[in-house]
């Protein structure tokens, strides 16, 4: 018997203002506004979504289900604030329907308009949570993920039990001339590889070909690499800083480095920033890309949110990345004086 999703997982549902949903009502339709209905189309919402998460968690290793559990959260939390905050906008200025044509307060209406499609430019990037849900698990390994170096140490583990068993396989194959009875096979496996041996256009084919080995091995080097990589990431503490008109902060947890005005910034320092690779961000009312040392790098190249002390982005962190420690290495061997060359019988030994 299937379970019920309450028993697999607790939803978290967050509350509805009814008060300005009724209001919402009022100033836009002549219909009553039936109590209760606001908070229920947001629980229908939010079922809706955790029936997806939990079809997810089916389908995917349970290492993941802890961050479908997340992004649920994050759903119902963000659309219970994008529903009330529209409910707000609505109830500013009553439609011409109700109010009437005579003094209309237009430039209001327009004002009101304008934090629609911003309300609505937000519910449209919570929806896309959803996709976020259906899509984990089942892709490669982001380095915004919290358990990304879990997982690509699990990858390496594989990668090398299968470089080790083809290694062993081909020497089986070397020392019998034959696959039968080699027990790291499957009768399965064993079929397979005789028929991918026999059509193959090499005269002395084996179980495993040169290039398949070097292959693996190279994805094995490259998975080493970045686990390394985003180990030293995890060490390095980065530091957020004030500028003239707002402020960065580093959100470690969604591994963004977030830029924060005061108002909305003009249309110069918007073309600057997303030619720099940031993005507006309705949901936290930032300016973000991913933080890595190209961040940082592309931080310090910004005058607009240069930090107010007039230092580089880059001087102000509490650590060096690891860009910063090899380029201090280089300059250590380049300011290291040059050994002579050997010379006579010593040159010759």
């Given amino acids: 018997m299937a379970r019920s999703i309450k028993e697999v997982h607790t939803i978290n549902y967050y509350p509805i203002n009814e008060g300005a949903a009724r209001r919402a009502k009022e100033m836009n339709s002549f219909s009553d506004y039936k109590e209760g209905s606001a908070t ?81 430019e937000e519910w449209r990037h919570i929806q896309g949570l959803l996709d976020k849900i259906r899509s984990t698990g089942m892709g490669g390994i982001s380095a915004d993920d919290p358990a990304a ?27 019998h001339g034959k696959l039968d009875g080699c ?24 179980p495993f070909e040169s290039y398949q080995l070097t292959n693996n091995n190279a994805e094995i080097r490259r998975v080493k690499a970045r ?38 910034p003009d249309a110069d320092t918007r073309a600057e920033l997303k030619s720099s690779g940031f993005r507006w961000a309705p949901s936290v009312g930032a300016w973000q890309r991913q933080l890595t040392d190209n961040a940082i790098r592309a931080a310090d190249r910004l005058e607009c949110i240069k930090p107010l002390s007039g230092e580089k982005p880059s001087q102000l962190q509490k650590k060096p990345s690891i860009l910063q420690t090899m380029r201090e290495q280089d300059e250590k061997v380049q300011t290291e004086p040059e050994k002579k060359a050997p010379s006579g019988r010593d040159a010759e030994r």
Avoid: C
């Fill in 183 to 206: 027990a790291l096979l499957s009768p399965d496996q064993i079929e397979k590889l005789k028929a991918s041996m026999a059509s193959s256009w090499r005269s002395d084919p084996r």
């Fill in 40 to 120: 229920a189309e947001y629980r229908a919402m939010v079922d809706k979504a955790a029936a997806i998460a939990e079809k997810q968690k089916s389908r995917v290793d349970p290492m993941y289900h802890e961050k479908i559990d997340h992004l649920l959260d994050t759903y119902a939390r963000k659309l219970a604030e994008n529903m009330n905050q529209g409910f707000a906008i609505d109830a500013r200025v009553p439609s011409v329907m109700i109010a009437g044509p005579s003094n209309f307060p237009v430039g209001k209406k327009e004002k009101q308009n304008r934090a629609r499609d911003s309300n609505m």
């Fill in 227 to 264: 686990i390394e990589q985003l180990s030293k990431q995890a060490q390095q503490e980065f530091s957020g800083w004030e500028f003239d008109g707002g402020r960065v902060e580093m959100n470690r947890e969604d591994n963004r480095l977030q830029v924060f005005f005061d108002g909305k």
């Fill in 149 to 175: 170096i879990e997982k690509l140490q699990k990858k390496l583990d594989g990668l090398e039990r299968s470089q080790l068993i083809m290694k062993e396989v081909n020497a089986y194959y070397r020392k």
